[in-house]
């Protein structure tokens, strides 16, 4: 467990979203991913997420989020902050939201509901719910529709356990917005990946996600500590080394975004199996030549 300080700050750095790796069977297969949590750590990633949107999170049924986040949370072993993401109807998010603090997770990722019927006081209500079920665990709000709309966002980040915002529209202007209707002691963090954290850095956030840190966390550590120390010359530099990576993930209507990422675990020997339907896979034969591009340029440093 981490305290609310050293959260925050951990929530400032990169947030590596882990992948949830499966058998040939379809079925939860954990140990591929102890090489990868193991290569995060050792590489400087400051934070990790289980049943994350690079989890497949809305792929799984619920005993299997709750069996992820408690393996997770064994082979992480307390060595950087674990967060644990919570979603679908209520009562699986305040489920999930008990098992992972069981679990020893640091914090909750709230995602943001599908229900094609949400309203912004609604959102507030479930996250209180889920506050409640937590009993004070710190809860990290996933943001991705803003048209919730900055009043509602401000609602949810005065509840008293939310400690941060992960920002994943692209429309930094409404990010600025949302951070001024808030408590400074919020950390919005970018949610948009390495691409977009120098967009976001520009209007006040601090860290990014990551799914690259899967595959090659060095780099991610090299953006993050080039945009803390304002170098953003060096940031965009080493983004372009790794740009295709995330150009691959974006595509089909984003249902790459696993798929790219296993496909790449897999070229390094770090197979942890194919992405679930509805997810793009396999990757076509150009986007796989794209992902092996960039891991030639991480073979290179």
């Not at 930094?172 to 209707?181: S, T």
């Not at 899967?214 to 803390?228: G, K, T």
């Amino acid at each position: 467990m981490t305290d609310a300080t050293g959260l925050r700050n951990s929530l400032a750095g990169i947030s590596g979203i882990l992948v949830t790796p499966f058998d040939s069977a379809d079925r939860i297969d954990a140990k591929p991913l102890r090489p990868v949590i193991d290569q995060a750590i050792d590489a400087g990633v400051h934070i990790l997420v289980s049943n994350g949107n690079t989890g497949e999170f809305y792929s799984l049924t619920l005993d299997e989020a709750l069996a992820t986040v408690a393996e997770t949370a064994r082979m992480v072993d307390g060595r950087v902050p674990l967060i644990g993401g919570v979603g679908r109807s209520v009562q699986d998010a305040c489920a999930l939201a008990r098992a992972s603090a069981e679990a020893g997770c640091s914090a909750l990722m709230v995602h943001q509901l599908p229900d094609p019927f949400v309203s912004p006081r609604g959102t507030v209500n479930y996250v209180r719910r889920i506050a409640d079920a937590a009993d004070g665990l710190p809860l990290v709000l996933y943001i991705r529709n803003d048209a919730i709309g900055t009043q509602a966002i401000a609602e949810i980040c005065a509840i008293s356990s939310v400690v941060g915002v992960k920002w994943a529209t692209p429309n930094p202007m409404k990010l600025a917005a949302a951070m001024g209707a808030c408590e400074p002691n919020i950390v919005w963090v970018g949610g948009l990946a390495e691409i977009w954290a120098p967009a976001f850095y520009a209007v006040g956030a601090r860290g990014f996600t990551s799914g690259l840190i899967n595959v090659w966390p060095e780099r991610s550590v090299a953006i993050h500590a080039a945009l803390e120390r304002q170098d953003y010359a060096e940031a965009r530099r080493l983004i372009e080394g790794m740009r295709a990576f995330e150009d691959v993930r974006a595509e089909e209507n984003g249902g790459a975004n696993v798929s790219g990422v296993k496909a790449a675990l897999a070229m390094l020997g770090h197979d942890c199996g194919h992405a679930r339907p509805p997810a793009a896979w396999p990757l076509t034969d150009d986007q796989s030549a794209r992902i092996a591009d960039v891991l030639e340029c991480a073979k290179k440093g």
